[in-house]
């Protein structure tokens, strides 16, 4: 009875080790090259306006629209390219196409 315990414990010692000695020597990943993304954004849709905050409608996606320089909200219902950068989820605008 003592070798089948033996046994049974050597069978489990293997087991955890082979499990836990293959989590350790998992090859380290290469590092993949970054390649930086142009903080400013080009979108052209439909300007909408809801009380104070004015959005833009392109390919379904509803886009929030804020400007310090101008009023965006003359464009309601126009079609527009507005260009900026993003703020959380709000398009700071610089500028505006018709």
Do not use: W
């Amino acid at each position: 009875m003592k070798n089948i315990s033996r046994f049974t414990s050597l069978f489990l010692i293997l087991v955890f080790g082979v499990f836990l000695g293959g989590c350790m020597g998992q090859p380290a990943k290469k590092s993949v090259d970054v390649v930086a993304e142009s903080p400013v954004k080009i979108i052209k849709g439909v300007v909408g306006v809801a009380g104070k905050t004015v959005m833009i409608s392109s390919e379904g996606v509803l886009t929030e629209i804020f400007s310090r320089k101008m009023n965006l909200a003359k464009y309601d219902g126009k079609v527009i390219e507005v260009e900026g950068q993003f703020s959380g989820t709000t398009l700071f605008v610089d500028e505006v196409r018709e």
